[in-house]
């Protein structure tokens, strides 16, 4: 009889003799590996598009593509002869193909080799007349912008989500590093947590039967402007949790900042109580996944520069000492000493008008916290300080972006809470919420940040439709 540990023993060995017999095999090859492997003289098979086709007597000259190259590279060089491929004047830039043949060593002191066709199939033909991308023309943002459908075919696009890819997959790590939970929190709910109204409303449904519209659910139900209730929850079972969701505001503005449909990362950690603690994770977070980005996705922020587009604030985030840290107060004091908003009322929201003058004028366009905000301001679970007029929150201003996220700790009193619910009048709707509490929760913090608006900032990318694959904003929802 076989002992479980021998058991467990064999069925890893299986597995990973699996995966390394199949691993050279399992997914098409790519022009990367080929870069990487140099497997020379050897039959390969590749697909892929012609970004260009150049012709020198009897030689065609295929730059193929695939969109799998980091570097500045980004295509293999395909040679094929007239005589063998008769065929060849069919193809036209854009077209996808299949090529089998071998790669060699180049004779061209610039190349170190290139791919010799032995077989070339035509996958589809590419109606050029209308295709947005022409051979050796530098596409802009703005223009990649009216074929959203078509723009990761452009290198410059390509590096914009390679470097969203990065931060992604740096979250994802840092988090794994530090004991972090990942928790799915829903989409749909029936809370409008940030107190604002801009949510979309699931619309009733048309009976069949009787032709008489109908809720879905036995409630009002909203696309989720924030998961941070629901991760709340998570938070006092696991301790230290976090989420990665699309999220929805039903903002009605044209700005280059707004989308109707964004991804938030939202991060909620339990046993906090000071709100230098949540300031201290949260730089740590930004500073650790910046710096990340920066030193690997370096080709991508040359690509960048390389079309106008500087990421100017980044190096001066990562080698910022200390990030100022100024109460709402201050800031407003700061205003009203100026020409342009001496007239800043009490109790008033700041504009990006405001936080670009404080980032600029007062903070030498350094990165910087604005904390304790008055209560009246926030939504219901914001912890209130002992002056029970502001409470423990920050919005963090960065440079040419404004606000780019916010956080605070939560209301963990019981009896404090229950009255913010009920002067809102929502107890009986977040009596779940409140239950949290009645049954000895814990003390949590955390904080949002969009991860449009992150990129944006460590980027220099202008426009917040230029990071997201299909925005979606007022009036505009294509794809």
Known sequence: MFRLPLLLQLRRVTTTSISYRFSHSLYPLTIREIYDKKP?????????YLLNIRKLKTHYFLDLFDGSLTNNRKHLQVVASL???????????????????????????????????????????????HYPFKPKSDETLLTLRQDEHLRLRSPLAQAIFRLRHQL???????????????????????????????????????SKVTQKEKEYFNTQVYLTVSGQLH????????????TLNPTFRADK??????????????????????????????????RTVATQIYNKCSEEFKYLANHNIQSKYI?????????????????VEHLRKSTDFHDFPDNGDFTRAHESYLCKTIMNNQAFFI??????????????????????????????????????????????????LDELDITHDLQWYLDIRRFGGMPTGGFGLGIERFLMAITGIDNIRDVILFPRFYQNCNG
Not at 231 to 240: P, V
Request: glycine share 6%.
């Open 40 to 48: 020379l003289n050897q039959s390969i098979n590749l697909i892929g």
């Open 83 to 129: 005589d063998d491929h008769p065929d060849l004047p069919r193809l036209t830039h854009g077209c996808s193909i299949n090529v089998q043949g071998k790669l060699v060593k180049s004779t061209h002191p610039k190349q170190e080799f290139e791919f010799v066709a032995e077989n070339i199939n035509l996958i589809n033909s590419c109606d050029t007349s």
């Open 168 to 206: 992604t997959f740096s979250l994802y790590e840092y988090f794994h590093n530090h004991n972090f939970i990942q928790i799915q929190t829903p989409c749909l709910t029936k809370n409008d947590c940030e107190g604002g109204g801009e949510t979309f409303r699931i619309q009733p449904y048309q």
């Open 231 to 242: 991760l709340e929850t998570a938070a006092n079972g696991f301790g230290r949790v976090y």
């Open 253 to 286: 503005n044209f700005s280059r900042f707004h989308l109707a449909e964004f991804w938030m990362l939202e991060v909620e950690i339990a046993g906090l109580t000071k709100l230098d603690q949540l300031l201290d994770i949260y730089i740590h977070l930004l």
């Open 315 to 331: 190096e001066q985030f990562l080698n910022q000492e200390t990030y100022p840290r100024i109460s709402y107060q201050q800031a």
């Open 371 to 420: 904390i304790n905000y008055p209560k009246k301001l926030k939504p219901f679970y914001m912890l209130t300080n002992d002056d029970n007029t502001t409470v423990a929150n920050f919005d963090f201003i960065y440079p040419s972006i404004g606000e780019l996220s916010g956080g605070s700790l939560r209301e963990h009193r019981y009896e404090q809470l229950k009255l913010c």
